[in-house]
């Protein structure tokens, strides 16, 4: 829905129960893009055009039932005109274990809340995301 960013609240061995988006590895041969509508596809059942990269962020961290690694992320924008629940039929053992719920997320919740978000930039992206794309529809029009 126009405004709200879709997060999963995860918990596993290594920190506790946090918000962060739908994401995961690249495969071989693929490009972030690529990896980005796959990983959309996996864990939202969502076939949406993968839009322009927000962020890229490098950071070594260890998720559910792994060691410490370095990863470079990339942050893209993803337009969804429905708010229908996510669809968890093509969800691996990890993500049906560390997936405790899912949540489009507003600004205002998102500034208002206590509940952890990672990586901790991910209100502030998704404010100036709103600010950039609001600032562009308003001057076309």
């Known amino acids: ?32 893009e690529a990896a980005a509508a796959r990983e959309l596809d996996e864990e939202t059942g969502f076939d949406l055009p993968i839009g322009e990269l927000l962020r890229e962020r490098d950071d070594v961290y260890a998720v559910a039932r792994s060691t410490p690694a ?40 998102m500034r208002t809340t206590d509940d952890t978000f990672l990586p901790a930039f991910l209100p502030d992206l998704l404010h100036d995301t709103l600010q950039r794309h609001f600032q562009k529809e308003s001057a076309a029009s």
């Open 70 to 109: 370095r990863w470079l992320e990339r942050y893209f924008l993803v337009r969804c005109d429905h708010s229908r629940a996510p669809s968890r039929a093509g969800w691996t053992d990890e993500e049906r274990d560390t997936i405790q719920n899912w949540k489009w997320w507003s600004l205002d919740d």
């Open 1 to 32: 829905p126009e405004g709200r960013l879709l997060l999963f609240r995860y918990h596993d061995e290594h920190k506790p129960p946090f918000w962060s988006t739908a994401g995961g590895e690249l495969k071989g041969g693929e490009d972030y």
